[in-house]
């Protein structure tokens, strides 16, 4: 799986279906859900294939067609449909596991947070202890703040599966935002101990270990992202972050530009890239970046708030002005426009 995307993965599993070979494609639909756990097209193909494997599917579940129909609106990103569709089917099917977990899957994806929390939490009462709707819990509950809870939900899917790289990842994230940085570095290297060539832990152990001040080390952990997965723009402008920190500018610039090649529309590493050149007093450049990022999101606060700086700087005051006064029109409380 850490070679293919889910696409080219659920890609391959149908060929071996169409062949005939359905061990392979069993196994490849599970290594599907070991990554991405409620996807929900690997979820109901497996389900077709593995009658009573798994407690996505069940006698109380309702009949395939009906999933597949739920899946291809899934497929086609109707969220909102999805959800709506699965929510009514549910007081059909009260104890359908895999309908409850695509009633997440869909909520969470549709921004249905308290929905999501709410269908989560039915699917981990009918999985009895099975992980994977206690780490969908953990997420619903973490988009919603409710950190704490979130964390224990983790830590109940971990008791069921304590290498379950995902949930540890996840709970990295969690503890990371609740400023407990060495917890969280410890879940992500519990996730690489079982998995090396998890390229979102390194990337999110960078982030930890540069919160810690530790640039030399959270530099090896994004190129080591970067040596798995070369197009992942975020471990790049991390990168870039990283070397800013550590004076190195000329590889920070170096490391934005790569991410922006991948990825041109990257809001953030347009204004990391200003930041990085403003500090070599590049400011032409660094005001055409910040006004690139500007040009993806008007109400970018912080590039609207540097751009003022670098306008400031070139000896503009009244846009430098302009721009602080937009900067705190999509944000009033933004402290940097005020200062400057």
Same mark, same amino acid.
């Given at each position: 799986m850490a070679e293919m995307t889910v696409d080219q993965a659920l890609a391959q599993a149908e060929a071996f279906v169409r062949d005939g070979d359905l061990d392979k494609a069993r196994k490849l639909y599970q290594a599907i859900l070991d990554d991405v756990p409620g996807e929900v097209r690997a979820k109901a193909a497996l389900a077709k294939l593995t009658e009573g494997e798994s407690p996505a599917t069940t006698t109380n579940d309702p009949p395939q067609e009906v999933l597949e129909g739920l899946v291809a609106l899934y497929n086609q990103h109707q969220f909102a449909a999805v959800a709506e569709q699965a929510g009514r089917l549910t007081r059909q099917y009260p104890d359908a596991f895999i309908l409850w977990n695509i009633l997440g899957a869909s909520g969470a994806q549709s921004r249905q947070l +308290?929905?999501? @929390?709410? =269908?989560?939490?039915?699917?981990a009462e009918l999985a009895g202890g099975h992980p994977e709707p206690l780490n969908n819990l !953990?997420? %619903?509950?973490k988009e919603q703040g409710k950190l704490d809870e979130a964390v224990d939900a983790y830590q109940r899917a971990l008791a069921a599966k304590?290498? #379950?790289?995902? =949930?540890?990842?996840? &709970?990295g994230v969690c503890l990371q935002e609740q400023d407990r940085v060495d917890e969280a570095i410890e879940a992500y290297r519990k996730a690489l101990t079982h998995q090396p060539d998890y390229a979102e832990a390194h990337n999110h152990l960078g982030v930890a270990l540069q919160l810690q001040g530790n640039l030399d080390a959270a530099v090896a952990s994004y190129r080591q992202a970067l040596s798995i997965a070369p197009k992942y723009v975020d471990a790049l402008n991390n990168l870039g972050n990283a070397h800013r920190d550590n004076k190195d500018l000329d590889a920070a610039i170096a490391a934005y530009r790569s991410a922006l090649r991948i990825k041109p529309n990257y809001i953030i590493a347009h204004?990391?890239? !200003?930041?990085? &050149?403003?500090?070599?007093?590049?400011?032409? @450049? %660094?005001? +055409? =970046? #910040?006004?690139? +990022? &500007?040009a993806l999101d008007p109400d970018y606060t912080e590039a609207l708030s540097n751009l003022g700086s670098a306008l400031q700087a070139q000896g503009k005051p009244e846009d430098a002005v302009a721009a602080y006064r937009k900067a705190l029109a999509s944000n009033p409380g933004y402290i940097e426009a005020q200062i400057n």
């Open positions: +308290a929905l999501a @929390e709410k =269908a989560f939490r039915r699917a !953990g997420n %619903a509950l304590p290498d #379950y790289v995902l =949930a540890l990842n996840n &709970l204004n990391n890239l !200003g930041v990085a &050149l403003k500090e070599q007093v590049k400011l032409d @450049e %660094a005001v +055409a =970046a #910040y006004k690139q +990022a &500007l």
